[in-house]
């Protein structure tokens, strides 16, 4: 009794099965045997009927080929009653004059059910392979497209609309971030509910699928798959489902697979790649915090040390005794260099406030129309306040276009230049300023005879805190540059350094001559 039921049940799945076929294959598979029967009756009188069976098996491969094992076992069953109909006498009825012909009907049966069975399995199996292959190469085309992409989100989008195209279901992707899924990239037309991103938060922590067609959690519309790696679970792929659709069948399964593991794999690769970049900018970070931090220490501790000498030199001196002018004179250097020291000390200061408010944009151009000679003639004046040893020569032409410029930045941009210049020459060298218009910028160029900047470090000697090889025992922190060229380009302009070809550098800027408002901020 249960093996009747069984089989019962059997062969109310498959036909339940065959009626699951396009009715076009069958309709196909009747047309086909009507039109073997209406080319066999004109040709019958001439060609012996047992003969014509070999039609009639042509039609079953041919169906068994394009339409199917079920059209085409239709196929064989209709070409026998066909062929009894219309070609053996008594034709136009069933009955049989030769009883021959039961076994010409019963070889066309069993033959054509042979070919058809065979025949599909054929198609069957061709059409695993090429379902394989298409698998295989949907698999190397989202592999190579996941090599080429740059960042997490960008492989994040591959893997959506890959999938998304190969199995026309809507897909979800979710990664894990404080201790919950959060979802990351879906399909546009997807919106997930609470039992589907509970079955999500299932799958990544029991590392097994769960949703739809699953034991866990079945009643969610989002079949759900972790995306595992070697080392651990990086996050969990769903697949929506559609109402007209089937459930996923096994090849889907097994395509599904390979592409959570190249997914699981990217993702992987694209967070370790992210932390080595953190760590390395930490690196950096702390490496720049140790050098400004023993640059800031050394720059501030000798005209500390300056100014603390000179005043405690000047609080032990005996008031009211009378002091010769020699004892006059040395008090004197010491307040000019306690004086000059703490000028240094707000300069290094200034500096740091200025690259800070630079790189939280915070500078704020007060800009207006200024003539170059004006604009020298202000630097110079503070240049002198700091520096005697060094002549100062300027070359211009009689004439030179207004530029439109933040007088007391760009003031400080050349005081900047002109210490840089006279920190690296030597005494008594003199430090050239030469000015020219060049098509739509008036050019400015510092030219000092000093040791020059080797050619390896010309590149960066814009950088913050980059000093060149021959700057040890020269004071600075290696700000000034850097904070000069964040000036001018936010003027719109641009600075550049050369090595004179006799000895020196040169240290070039561009101001734009313009008659439009430049921004007002960086």
């Not at 040893?389 to 211009?396: A, D, E, G, N, S």
């Amino acid at each position: 009794m249960a093996r009747q039921t069984f089989s019962l049940k059997a062969g109310w799945d498959y036909g339940r099965k065959l009626l699951r076929l396009p009715v076009l294959a069958y309709v196909q598979s009747i047309l086909l045997v009507v039109l073997v029967t209406l080319v066999s009756i004109p040709i019958h009188w001439v060609i012996e009927p047992v003969n014509l069976v070999m039609l009639y098996l042509a039609a079953v491969v041919v169906a068994a080929l394009f339409l199917g094992r079920g059209p085409a076992m239709l196929a064989s069953l209709l070409s026998v009653v066909t062929f009894d109909f219309f070609l053996v006498e008594p034709r136009l009825s069933f009955t049989v004059a030769d009883s021959q012909y039961l076994l010409t009907f019963l070889g066309l049966l069993m033959v054509g059910l042979v070919i058809s069975n065979s025949a599909a399995l054929l198609r069957d199996q061709v059409q695993a392979l090429r379902t394989r292959e298409a698998h295989l190469d949907a698999l190397n085309s989202l592999s190579r497209e996941l090599t080429r992409a740059i960042n997490l989100e960008e492989m994040l989008h591959l893997v959506v609309t890959h999938v998304d195209y190969v199995f026309n279901r809507p897909v979800a992707i979710l990664l894990p971030a404080r201790d919950e899924l959060q979802l990351v990239a879906a399909s546009r037309d997807l919106a997930l509910a609470t039992v589907d991103l509970e079955a999500a938060t299932q799958a990544y922590r029991q590392h097994c699928p769960s949703g739809k067609g699953t034991g866990i959690l079945p009643g969610s519309d989002l079949f759900c798959l972790p995306l595992v790696t070697a080392l651990t679970s990086v996050g969990v792929i769903g697949i929506g489902s559609k109402p007209d659709a089937q459930g996923i069948t096994p090849e889907q399964h097994q395509l599904l697979d390979g592409i959570s593991s190249l997914a699981a794999l990217a993702i992987e690769r694209a967070q370790l790649a992210e932390q080595a970049s953190q760590a390395k900018i930490l690196e950096n970070t702390e490496r720049l915090q140790a050098a400004l931090l023993n640059s800031i220490s050394h720059e501030l501790r000798t005209p500390l040390v300056s100014i603390t000498g000179a005043l405690s030199t000047l609080a032990d001196a005996p008031e009211s005794q009378e002091t010769s002018e020699a004892e006059k004179m040395a008090w004197r250097e010491m307040v000019d260099t306690a004086y000059e020291e703490a000028q240094r000390l707000n300069m290094l200061v200034g500096n740091l406030l200025d690259m800070t408010r630079l790189e939280a944009g915070a500078f704020r151009l007060n800009s207006e129309p200024c003539d170059i000679q004006d604009l020298l003639g202000i630097a110079l004046a503070r240049f002198a306040q700091r520096h005697d040893t060094h002549p100062i020569q300027v070359t211009l032409p009689e004439v030179l276009p207004l530029v439109f410029i933040d007088v007391a930045l760009m003031a400080q941009v050349l005081l900047n230049l002109l210490d840089n210049a006279v920190k690296y020459s030597p005494e008594q060298a003199p430090v050239e300023i030469q000015g020219r218009q060049e098509g739509n910028d008036v050019l400015l160029l510092v030219i000092d005879q000093g040791i020059g900047i080797p050619e390896a470090d010309l590149p960066f000697v814009f950088d913050k805190f980059f000093r060149t090889s021959r700057s040890h025992g020269i004071g600075g922190i290696g700000l000034g540059l850097s904070i000069s060229k964040g000036i001018v380009e936010a003027h719109g302009g641009r600075m550049w350094a050369e090595n004179r070809l006799s000895g020196g550098t040169v240290i070039s800027l561009a101001l734009p001559i313009e008659t439009a408002l430049p921004k007002e901020g960086l």
